[in-house]
């Protein structure tokens, strides 16, 4: 007999409890689950990486921020150099694409960066439970690393999205 159903997907991966949907009430004895993952396409398997510099607000005033950035089974994640990382460092911060808002990645107009910038926008779960979009400015050293940026990042998302 169905009691209800949820939708499990990747970025449900780890989560303990779900809440389902049309479901018969009240729930009597034990629930069985049947779930399916697939892997992981190989191209997500493949590490993107580089320098990219964060717009950081410090004491009201807007920085740039140098962080090494790995693009790596669709996540983002950032440490202050390359060696943090090679020495299995737990990055500083990391962005699940799972979680981009953004149709597409794109070039962002910047006067003070000219074409290098481009913009994520991401939901972060708050302590609450409750979403919030953040956004994230993020430029590289040239227009050509930035492009590189932009195509990887938007290739997993349409992957991701699939």
Request: aromatic fraction near 6%.
């Amino acid at each position: 007999m169905r009691c209800g159903a949820v939708i499990l997907n990747r970025s449900k991966v780890g989560t303990k409890r779900f809440t389902l949907d049309d479901a018969v009430c009240p729930l009597d004895g034990s629930v069985e689950v049947m779930s399916h993952c697939s892997d992981l396409p190989p191209i997500l398997g493949i590490s993107f990486g580089g320098f990219l510099n964060s717009m950081e607000m410090m004491m009201g005033d807007a920085s740039w921020i140098r962080y090494w950035a790995v693009l790596h089974c669709g996540s983002l994640s950032f440490w202050r150099d390359s060696d943090e990382q090679a020495s299995d460092k737990p990055p500083l911060s990391r962005i699940d694409l799972t979680k981009c808002t953004n149709k597409k990645i794109t070039p962002a107009a910047c006067e003070s960066s000219g074409a290098k910038v481009f913009v994520i926008n991401h939901l972060v779960e708050s302590s609450s439970g409750l979403f919030e979009e953040k956004r994230l400015s993020l430029s590289a050293d040239t227009e050509q690393v930035c492009l590189s940026w932009i195509k990887t990042i938007n290739e997993t998302l349409g992957i991701l999205r699939a």
